[in-house]
């Protein structure tokens, strides 16, 4: 699986922000932290990676409603 990283949003806006999925831009859900950045996805697609997350050993952390 390859996949593209972003920088993190607070960097470009100063304040937490409504993050959207990088795959369908829903609202997303989860927050994946990666070597090179941040991934965000919703439930749904959170469900599609989370196996690939958890072989790679990476920090997810679930967003505030
Ligand atoms: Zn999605």
Redesign the pocket.
């Known amino acids: 699986m390859t996949v593209q990283t972003r920088q993190p949003a607070s960097s470009l806006f100063g304040t937490p922000e409504i993050e959207m ?6 609202r ?1 859900r989860v927050r994946v932290v990666l070597d090179g950045g941040e991934l965000y ?6 469900g ?1 990676y989370r196996e690939t997350w958890q072989q790679r050993m990476y920090l997810v952390k679930d967003l505030p409603l």
């Not at 999925?21 to 829903?26: W, Y």
């Open positions: 999925c990088d795959r369908c831009g829903m997303a996805f919703c439930r749904q697609h959170a599609t």
